[in-house]
């Protein structure tokens, strides 16, 4: 068994990875970048039913410091790296998203590589591969890589692209033999395990609720937290994923109505406010004007983007559940726990 660091342990996917991680046998150190929330993540991997939580440490680190980061990849045979920033909002100022997770990456890659660890397996994502290509009509595959000058793309995206490209860049100069694997997941849905979830899950939230009155017509790929926590698992382990890319995704891609359906047809009643109607592209443009978070969206309208989990089903023996079990899934905790806040907020 290992001893395994996974940074950004009060994250949704961070959260998963370490009860499977506990499940497995290993043993953990999480960093927080607040040592209150230590009974937060305690509280999401008793929802897990994770065993042995006592074989959990935990330290105090953030991306934007040098501080104790040497404490946490102390012993660790393997890093998870997880944590990254996510905004809330399109920032004034894109740097405020890019440099804290290409720096914080390459302080971790540090840290982990001046601790001998053997390899590290980098949380990117579908955003590092499918944007700023004026052509989606192909299948995108670990190849390729997001054009950070092409069309609509945002900050976040821009970030996620800047920062899988700098570890790169940093494991071949300077790695020192340390092995990097990364993995690239698209929207990550599946079960909450507390108020700590992928704004993808907000998606089924806002459905749930009635807040998103009417589907845009925009689509999505899926992928449940369950089989991203796994598939990290897999690509420490195998020998062959050593300086290797894997998409993770279920499948051909969903759209928003599509989940919508996919609710009412597995929830009934407690779907009943899930949208029936699809919102016109020319009403969403309008609205946009007025509204950053559509106005955000609108570049997205109609655009379908098709990706390959080939190679992650081929070299790890990787299976994925269906986007219907994911956002099923999602939705089923969010009421079970009271996420929620009643389906009427």
């Known amino acids: 068994m290992a001893h395994v660091l996974v940074t950004g342990g ?48 935990w330290v105090e680190a953030d991306l934007t410091s040098d501080r104790g980061w040497d404490r946490a990849v102390a012993g660790a045979d393997h890093v998870l790296h997880m944590a990254s920033p996510f905004p809330g909002a399109q920032p004034d100022d894109e740097d405020e ?46 190849a390729d890589w997001t054009d950070t000058a092409g069309p609509g793309v945002s900050a976040y995206v821009k970030s996620k692209a800047i920062a899988e490209r700098a570890a790169w ?5 300077e790695g020192g033999g340390m092995e990097l694997t990364v993995v690239n997941p698209v929207g990550i849905f599946g079960p909450v395990l507390g108020p700590d979830y992928a704004a993808s899950v907000d998606i089924v939230r806002a459905m749930l609720t009635g807040r998103m009155r009417a589907a845009p017509p925009v689509w999505t790929n899926t992928v449940d937290v369950r089989d991203v926590a796994d598939l990290h698992l897999r690509a420490m382990a ?33 779907a009943a406010r ?39 089903r081929e070299e790890l023996g990787w299976s994925p559940r269906s986007n219907e079990d994911a956002v099923t899934a999602s939705a089923e905790s969010l009421i079970r726990l009271g996420v929620l806040g009643g389906l009427g907020d």
Do not use: C, W
């Open 274 to 312: 899930a949208p029936r109607f699809t919102a016109p592209p020319r009403l969403l443009r309008l609205l946009a004007r007025f509204d950053p978070a559509l106005r955000a969206a609108v570049p997205q309208l109609g655009v379908v983007r098709r990706a390959s989990n080939a190679k992650a």
């Open 10 to 57: 009060t994250g949704f996917l961070a959260s998963h990875t370490i009860a499977r991680l506990l499940s497995a046998g290993h043993t953990v150190t999480t960093t927080l970048r607040a040592a209150a929330r230590r009974a937060d993540v305690e509280r999401m991997l008793a929802v897990a039913g994770a065993p042995d939580a006592d074989r959990v440490s």
């Open 169 to 173: 860049d940093f494991v071949a100069a």
């Open 97 to 142: 998203v890019i440099v804290p997770a290409r720096d914080g990456a390459l302080r971790v890659l540090r840290a982990a590589r001046d601790a001998g660890v053997r390899r590290t397996v980098l949380t990117s994502s579908f955003a590092a591969v499918g944007y700023g290509h004026g052509d989606t009509s192909r299948v995108f595959t670990e």
């Open 238 to 270: 195998a020998p062959r994923a050593a300086g290797q890319r894997y998409l993770a995704l279920a499948g051909e891609p969903i759209s928003f109505p599509g989940i919508a359906r996919t609710l009412r047809a597995r929830l009934g009643e407690s």
